[in-house]
């Protein structure tokens, strides 16, 4: 790997760990407002709501400009919706805008790695970045958790900006005061992302004509017989994931009976099994091999039935680890074939674009389920039982629209060798 892939790496690591850092920032923002408990996940669904609202547009801006500039603007947009929390705006809003922000910078992030690595190096250049996401996952869950915590929480209100002659006067104000310094770095980063030179066609700017061309990019996607599994696999693991992330903070406080500052590790713990995963999985599956993952998923949904029997927190820990790894080690191989097919068949940001649509309609649809869950008062369990099946079951579908596209494609060599 190349010096510019770990300036992306660092970049991507300090952006991440802040809006991680900042969800947890807005859940307990929402409880000293006593807001509803369905409320909570809907914090996730409105940061995710530009992914799919902006997805025929944001693969088009990716690729209009240098990728390390995008990331430069789209980075100063989560500023803004973070400085909008500070000054008190609802969460729901304030972090709608981050989600702006990110869906715009999720295409440039991605994207730039086909630009600057060769297809045999993708597997292994998404282990890193999904490695290093998850470890950001687990210090911003555990940053963000640390920040509400009443004792540090104490010792940062006390602290005195000498420059502006200023002090917090809340302790979220304090907690999104340091979030804010991360972004800050982030932003630092992406200026230091070199051009690589790689230009595309003149981007296409009026809104039909973009929606059109994004319907037939993602029409593309989901015809061909690899870029339909890889992409259907993704969608279900991002939807699983983002919904796993507030089963876990529930399941934290109704069966181990943790605080929000205390459960919030936990995510953390499942992103450490996710970055293990993910690194055992570029280091032995090339991208080749792939496909063969998919049995991962399916025991990944039966293992997260069993948390409705675990009330320890020392039995909660490795339940947690095993969950993620599962994880990761499936979604990583699968991602760089996606990937690796986008590439081929349209241009990197918009084949991005197209994955973050599908992916994040999975997470706006499986956090409105579980909102309505909550909603209707459904015991933890049952919803944990009801999820990990769903994933199994779905898997499986999966695996056996991969067999018959196999199939498919044998009988037609098959006949070609006749015909000759």
Same mark, same amino acid.
């Given at each position: 790997m190349n010096r510019g892939f770990y300036t992306i790496m660092a970049a991507q690591f300090f952006s991440s760990l802040a809006d991680n850092a900042l969800l947890i920032a807005a859940i307990a923002l929402l409880i000293e407002m006593a807001s509803p408990s369905w409320m909570t996940p809907l914090l996730k669904l409105f940061f995710i709501l530009s992914y799919v609202l902006l997805a025929p547009f944001v693969g088009a801006f990716a690729d209009a400009l240098p990728k390390g500039k995008v990331m430069f603007i789209t980075n100063m947009i989560k500023i803004v919706g973070c400085a909008m929390m500070f000054f008190s705006t609802h969460p729901l809003l304030a972090y709608a805008i981050v989600g702006f922000g990110a869906a715009a910078y999720s295409p440039a992030k991605y994207g730039?790695?086909?630009e600057l690595l060769p297809p045999e190096k993708l597997v292994a250049a998404n282990g890193w970045i999904e490695g290093l996401t998850m470890a950001s996952i687990i210090l911003g869950a555990v940053l963000g958790? $640390?920040?509400?915590?009443?004792?540090?929480? #104490?010792?940062?209100?006390?602290?005195?900006?000498?420059?502006?002659?200023?002090?917090?006067?809340?302790?979220?104000? #304090? #907690?999104? +005061?340091?979030?804010g310094v991360l972004y800050l770095i982030a932003t630092g980063l992406n200026l230091k992302i070199r051009d690589t030179g790689a230009r595309y066609a003149h981007q296409e700017r009026n809104p039909i004509k973009l929606i059109a061309d994004f319907a037939h990019c993602n029409a593309t996607l989901w015809k061909d017989k690899l870029g339909q599994i890889s992409l259907a696999v993704t969608?279900?693991?991002?939807?699983?994931? $983002?919904? +796993?992330?507030?089963?876990?903070?529930k399941w934290a406080e109704k069966s181990l009976h943790m605080p929000l500052d205390k459960a919030a590790v936990l995510q953390g713990i499942v992103a450490i099994g996710v970055a293990g995963g993910a690194m055992t999985a570029a280091h032995y599956i090339p991208l080749k091999k792939s496909l063969t993952v998919m049995r991962m998923g399916v025991l990944m949904g039966l293992v997260v039935t069993t948390m409705t029997v675990v009330h320890s927190i020392w039995l909660a820990y490795p339940l947690l680890i095993i969950i993620g790894a599962l994880a990761g080690y499936f979604v990583v191989p699968m991602n760089a074939l996606l990937q690796h097919r986008g590439h081929v068949l349209m241009s990197a940001g918009h084949s991005i674009a197209v994955q973050n649509f599908n992916e994040n309609l999975s997470i706006l649809v499986m956090l409105l389920l579980y909102a309505v869950m909550v909603k209707m008062d459904l015991n933890i369990n049952v919803v944990i039982v009801l999820f990990g099946l769903?994933?199994?079951?779905?898997?499986?579908?999966?695996?056996?629209?991969? $067999? %018959?596209?196999?199939? %498919?494609?044998?009988?037609? $060599?098959?006949?070609? %060798? #006749?015909?000759?």
């Amino acid at each position: 790997m190349n010096r510019g892939f770990y300036t992306i790496m660092a970049a991507q690591f300090f952006s991440s760990l802040a809006d991680n850092a900042l969800l947890i920032a807005a859940i307990a923002l929402l409880i000293e407002m006593a807001s509803p408990s369905w409320m909570t996940p809907l914090l996730k669904l409105f940061f995710i709501l530009s992914y799919v609202l902006l997805a025929p547009f944001v693969g088009a801006f990716a690729d209009a400009l240098p990728k390390g500039k995008v990331m430069f603007i789209t980075n100063m947009i989560k500023i803004v919706g973070c400085a909008m929390m500070f000054f008190s705006t609802h969460p729901l809003l304030a972090y709608a805008i981050v989600g702006f922000g990110a869906a715009a910078y999720s295409p440039a992030k991605y994207g730039i790695l086909t630009e600057l690595l060769p297809p045999e190096k993708l597997v292994a250049a998404n282990g890193w970045i999904e490695g290093l996401t998850m470890a950001s996952i687990i210090l911003g869950a555990v940053l963000g958790g $640390a920040l509400v915590n009443p004792h540090v929480s #104490a010792i940062l209100i006390n602290v005195h900006i000498p420059v502006v002659n200023w002090s917090p006067s809340t302790p979220t104000h #304090a #907690a999104l +005061l340091v979030i804010g310094v991360l972004y800050l770095i982030a932003t630092g980063l992406n200026l230091k992302i070199r051009d690589t030179g790689a230009r595309y066609a003149h981007q296409e700017r009026n809104p039909i004509k973009l929606i059109a061309d994004f319907a037939h990019c993602n029409a593309t996607l989901w015809k061909d017989k690899l870029g339909q599994i890889s992409l259907a696999v993704t969608t279900l693991f991002w939807g699983v994931g $983002a919904t +796993l992330q507030f089963i876990v903070l529930k399941w934290a406080e109704k069966s181990l009976h943790m605080p929000l500052d205390k459960a919030a590790v936990l995510q953390g713990i499942v992103a450490i099994g996710v970055a293990g995963g993910a690194m055992t999985a570029a280091h032995y599956i090339p991208l080749k091999k792939s496909l063969t993952v998919m049995r991962m998923g399916v025991l990944m949904g039966l293992v997260v039935t069993t948390m409705t029997v675990v009330h320890s927190i020392w039995l909660a820990y490795p339940l947690l680890i095993i969950i993620g790894a599962l994880a990761g080690y499936f979604v990583v191989p699968m991602n760089a074939l996606l990937q690796h097919r986008g590439h081929v068949l349209m241009s990197a940001g918009h084949s991005i674009a197209v994955q973050n649509f599908n992916e994040n309609l999975s997470i706006l649809v499986m956090l409105l389920l579980y909102a309505v869950m909550v909603k209707m008062d459904l015991n933890i369990n049952v919803v944990i039982v009801l999820f990990g099946l769903f994933v199994s079951g779905l898997m499986l579908l999966i695996m056996k629209k991969h $067999a %018959e596209n196999q199939r %498919e494609h044998d009988s037609l $060599a098959l006949i070609g %060798e #006749a015909k000759h």
